[in-house]
Structures are given as structure tokens and as C-alpha cells.
């Protein structure tokens, strides 16, 4: 078994997770500000700050990511895992890093190079969301079902 995440580790995987849902109740404003624009209506002010919040959230959830990836990068020192279960977290763990990385960087190119990539980063968004689930359940799995330290690994150290 791993040891414990750095506390590092720790603040990055919880501020992306505070930040992941942020991206899922303002990304709507995204169509509803390009929306107005195109029939020359001027999109609302509540609209205009959800879209900006959304594009510097993605860029600080994509700094973070990448943050997070060189910390693992520098820190992991674990083997390969030998069980299956093991090998589909770690696994998934690498696809959130990739995912989430080029998730912020669609989201970049969207609404300061072209818009026409703007499908692509809503299937990701999709795609995250199923990665989110998949992640979470793996958690509860862990800590409801075989009750082990996995989940504990990822908490805030009581000192």
C-alpha cells in the first residue's frame, strides 16, 4: 500500500475538486454570452461574469493539474501495481491528468483562438464528469465496502 499523499498533494487534488463544479454551473453562459453577441443582443452582466469566471477558473484548474503532475512526477515512488483494480486506478488517475490538462487547454484555445474547437471541450467536459463518477465511487467502494486506507491517504492530516 501507498503511503500517504505529501500535503502538497493533498491541497491540489482539494482545490481542483472545489473548482471542478464551478466549471459545471457556469459553463451554460458560454453559449448564452456567444448567443447575444451573434443576434446582437448584449448578453446579460450575469452572464458576462459566469463567462469570465468560468475561463480563469479553467485556467487556474489546468495550472493547478499541471502543478499536480509534476509534484506526482518528482514524488511517486511506488511500484507498478500487480493487481487488476490497481492497474485501472492508476490508470485512471494518468486519463485525469491528460484529460483535465487538455480539458483547460481546449477551453484556452475556445475563447482566445477559434471557437470551432468549443465541441471537443464540451465532450471532455462529458467525459470528466463520467471520470468524476467513476472516481468517486471508487472511493465510497473503498471506504464503505472494503474499508481500507485509501480514502484516508487523500484527507487533511489531523495533527
Known sequence: MRDRYTNLQIALHWAIVLMIPIQYLT?????????????????SAWDILQHKVHNYCGMAI?????????????????????????VVALALHWAFYAAIIC???????????????????????????????????????????KRDDVLERMLPRKN
Open 27 to 43: 459553463g451554460g453562459s458560454i453559449d448564452r454570452t456567444h448567443h447575444a453577441v451573434h443576434m446582437g443582443i448584449e448578453p
Open 62 to 86: 489546468g495550472a493547478l493539474m499541471a502543478l499536480r503532475l509534476i509534484v506526482r512526477l518528482r514524488s511517486e515512488r511506488t511500484a507498478f501495481p500487480s493487481d487488476v483494480m490497481g
Open 103 to 145: 480539458q483547460a487547454a481546449l477551453g484556452l484555445v475556445a475563447s482566445y483562438l477559434t471557437f470551432r474547437v468549443a465541441p471537443l471541450h464540451v465532450a471532455g467536459a462529458w467525459i470528466i464528469l463520467g471520470m468524476v463518477a467513476l472516481h468517486v465511487a471508487a472511493a465510497f467502494w473503498h471506504a464503505l465496502v
